[in-house]
Each structure stands twice: as C-alpha cells, then as structure tokens.
C-alpha cells in the first residue's frame, strides 16, 4: 500500500519546455489535488478533481493543466514552463471531498527548477 | 481577514517544556479540522483530526472553540523531534477545497 506516488521527485526545465507530472494512489480515493508550495507562501492550489471525470481550478490554475485519467491518477501539465512555476509540487487526495473528516494524504513531492 | 491563520513563530522551547498553538477560521460554516506537520522540504503529514469534544493522541491535545472560531493543538513534554511546522487545515462541509494556514514554525532545542 503505497499511498499517494509521484513522478518524478526532481526536475529541471528550461524556460519553454513543457512537462507532466504524474500522480497516483491506491486508496480508492475519490478526490485528487495539485498543490504548490513556495518558500513564505504556504501551499495554494492549482487544481482540483473532486471525482473521477471531473477537474476545477483552483486558487492559481495559470499555465497549468490537468487530467483525471481515472480513479487513481491525476496528471499535472505544464505546457510552457516559466521561472516562476519554480516551485515544489504535492499531489494529494482524500476520500471525499464534502463531510466531515476526510482528512488529506499527500504524495512526497516534485521539486521542480525553471531556468 | 484570511480565511486560515496563523503564528508563524517561531516558537522556540526546551526538550520537556509544553507548547501550544492557536489557529483561526473565519468561515462559520467550517465543519472539518486538521492538525499536519511538515518538516523541511517534506510532504505535510497528518498528525490529528480535531473533533468538537477534544481529542488526544499521546502527548498531542486538539481542541476545538467553535465560539471564538479558533483550534489549538497543545504538545506536551517536547521532543527534539518535534521540531516542525505545524498546518492548521479546515474545510467546510460543503466545499471541496480545504484551506490551509501558513504554519506554525517549532524548534525544540536540548
């Protein structure tokens, strides 16, 4: 039982080049997020998938885009990297995303570098 | 006012002293608490759920003060390795978005 894996956990980019991070999880989750987190910033949400079939934007969705391949991955695709999406990447997910206590679980990360 | 927030501190104690930590909602209608720990350039972790009658895990104590619209997580008898950053996490029960605070620096020093 894995959790919650992604891929890769290092990544450097030039300005331009596009890549995708990957996600997944094998807890039967219903809901997938995309988090960055910079230094003094706390983590801000890129995306959401609140079920399979379904993506929204989240608090800072620009230059980025996602896809829920199924249940168990959520993709994260930046088409033209930039310095400012410099930045580590979390993807978590939770059993739900309306009730109480649905508390949660993140991947270890992506530490990604723009030059 | 931000929806989630928090001390920064950092708070700075001895091993075996307790600390605690305070965090604020503005939301009325938030319904789920949670306290994660992160340490340096790692995933946050959850440490405990916070239910509205209190709750403990070892040497950790939640509480919740719907009133005043804060929790507080309360660490007794501090361990070196409880040198973290503390995520006060709250969500409503009808959205899908949880908000996190920024965080609560501890460094626990011999």
């Known amino acids: 039982n894995a959790g919650v894996t992604q891929t890769p956990k290092f990544q450097v980019l030039k300005t331009g080049q596009s890549m995708t991070l990957q996600c997944a999880q094998d807890m039967n989750h219903n809901s997938m997020y995309w988090y960055r987190q910079d230094p003094g910033m706390g983590l801000r949400l890129i995306y959401y998938s609140a079920s399979e079939g379904t993506t929204d934007k989240g608090e800072v969705p620009n230059g980025y885009n996602v896809s829920r391949l199924n249940k168990r991955e959520f993709s994260l695709r930046l088409e033209s990297a930039a310095p400012s999406q410099t930045s580590v990447y979390f993807c978590?997910?939770?059993?739900?995303?309306?009730?109480?206590?649905?508390?949660?679980?993140f991947g270890n990360g992506t530490r990604l570098t723009v030059t | 006012r931000k929806e989630v927030e928090q001390d920064p501190g950092p708070f700075n104690v001895p091993e075996g002293a307790t600390v605690a930590f305070n965090c604020t909602y503005s939301n009325s209608a938030s319904q789920s608490f949670f306290w994660y720990r992160q340490d340096c350039r790692k995933e946050p972790k959850l440490l405990m759920s916070v239910y509205s009658s209190g709750n403990e895990d070892g040497r950790f104590t939640a509480q919740l003060n719907r009133a005043s619209q804060y929790i507080s997580l309360l660490i007794r008898d501090s361990k070196l390795s409880d040198s973290a950053t503390y995520l006060c996490v709250v969500k409503t029960g009808g959205s899908y978005i949880p908000t996190f605070g920024r965080g609560t620096s501890l460094i626990v020093h011999p």
């Open positions: 978590a997910s939770s059993e739900r995303t309306t009730g109480v206590n649905s508390p949660l679980h």
